[in-house]
């Protein structure tokens, strides 16, 4: 949790940790995860490109943790080492899909295929003024593409929880 920046919908921090680390409130699981899909696509923009990148490597969700980068591939029907293609919207929400399930297990089905469709989908729309996705007007073009995203909060730490809790940075 960063509190200078601003997400949209953040409401303030989470009094769980993830590995130490103070997690991020969101106002809705559809804001939340907006902030996660952008996230994940900022990292994959600079470089990230594989699951080893993105969740195991340097500066990655868990570094050192290969095994959740495992785990997310095989949910995804690829190898640690390929690339994600974020920039396909499907390849996108099973990504972010596979790691939701990584980071929560059972109690991450209360995020639904709708709002994880919402949060990618919300990336690529045009908003009426031809300048930037809609998405990208609520967030701070200062917003750290190299923080940490841990989909974590209270659903998966309190058996299931408000998904409105889905954590960030």
Do not use: C
């Not at 995203?149 to 954590?167: C, E, M, Q």
């Amino acid at each position: 949790f960063d509190p200078n920046v601003k997400w949209a919908g953040l409401v303030g921090p989470s009094k769980n940790t993830d590995q130490g680390d103070p997690q991020a409130v969101f106002n809705s699981p559809e804001a939340g995860m907006r902030a996660a899909a952008k996230l994940a696509l900022n990292k994959y923009n600079k470089g990230a490109k594989t699951l080893n990148d993105l969740i195991s490597g340097p500066g990655g969700w868990t570094p050192g943790h290969t095994s959740a980068a495992a785990n997310i591939a095989k949910s995804m029907g690829i190898k640690p080492s390929d690339d994600l293609k974020l920039d396909n919207q499907e390849n996108h929400r099973k990504f972010l899909r596979g790691l939701i399930s990584q980071e929560h297990g059972p109690a991450g089905g209360k995020y639904t295929d709708d709002i994880i469709k919402g949060g990618v989908d919300s990336l690529y729309k045009k908003d009426k003024s031809n300048t930037g996705s809609a998405y990208e007007k609520m967030i701070p073009s200062s917003a750290p593409a190299d923080k940490r995203l841990s989909i974590v909060g209270n659903a998966a730490k309190n058996g299931g929880g408000d998904p409105r809790l889905t954590s960030i940075l």
